[in-house]
């Protein structure tokens, strides 16, 4: 059962189900604004969010830094 799985995951992992796949999206996330020059909207699309604004919202609360100030900081790094 359902139940049961997240029961499981959770004990194995520290994290539901949904919170690890979203910590799996926001991983993709980071890499992808290291990385590439994609814009904001086109990374929160290739990772799963429709919504950039709820993706925007999302990577700040997690990370306490913007999409934006995620990528400057890492350009400013290299």
Not at 20 to 31: H, S, W
Not at 34 to 55: H, N, P, V, W
Request: glycine letters at 2%; a positive charge.
């Amino acid at each position: 059962s359902y139940s049961w799985f997240r029961h499981t995951f959770t004990a194995h992992t520290g994290l539901s189900p949904h919170q690890y796949l979203l910590e799996l999206r926001l991983v993709r996330a980071r890499n992808l604004l290291a990385e590439t020059e994609l814009s904001i909207k086109e990374i929160a699309r290739q990772t799963g969010f429709e919504d950039e604004l709820y993706f925007s919202r999302l990577f700040r609360h997690r990370l306490n830094l913007t999409p934006s100030q995620w990528r400057n900081r890492d350009h400013y790094r290299q």
